[in-house]
């Protein structure tokens, strides 16, 4: 099993900032990471993905996002990475999910293993 987990959520005014975390680690094999990704969940709505940052190191952003997000590796920590959210507006409130798509050596099939989810709350 391959453990995600999230920090840096929080609450902050409409054209705020905030920076999410992710970072993806094991105690048992050691795997290999394809892409990682960042989804939001807001009530009443289905989980959307926000950005993905692949091991190549192009990105892709959803539309709504696009110049006010940016996902990056943390070249200081392995399978670490970062979400840098700026002019947050209060439809970015939603639970922020990091999704690691990876495969443990040994295996033949990546997979995608997901973190518990930190809240993002913008007031207006």
């Known amino acids: 099993q391959v453990q995600v987990l999230e920090s840096g959520g929080g609450s902050v005014q409409s054209g705020g900032s905030l920076n999410l975390s992710c970072r993806a680690s094991?105690?048992?094999?050691?795997?290999?990471?394809?892409?990682m990704s960042w989804y939001r969940q807001a009530p009443g709505n289905e989980r959307e993905l926000v950005a993905t940052?692949?091991?190549?190191?192009?990105?892709?952003y959803a539309d709504n996002v696009k110049s006010r997000f940016t996902v990056s590796r943390n070249n200081d920590a392995e399978n670490t990475v970062f979400l840098q959210m700026h002019s947050l507006k209060a439809e970015d409130t939603a639970v922020y999910y990091c999704?690691?798509?990876?495969?443990?050596?040994?295996?033949?099939?990546?997979?995608?293993?997901w973190g518990q989810g930190t809240q993002v709350t913008v007031s207006v």
């Open positions: 940052l692949f091991s190549s190191g192009s990105t892709m």
């Open positions: 094991t105690s048992g094999r050691p795997f290999t990471v394809n892409a």
């Open positions: 999704n690691v798509n990876a495969k443990k050596d040994g295996d033949t099939y990546w997979r995608n293993f």
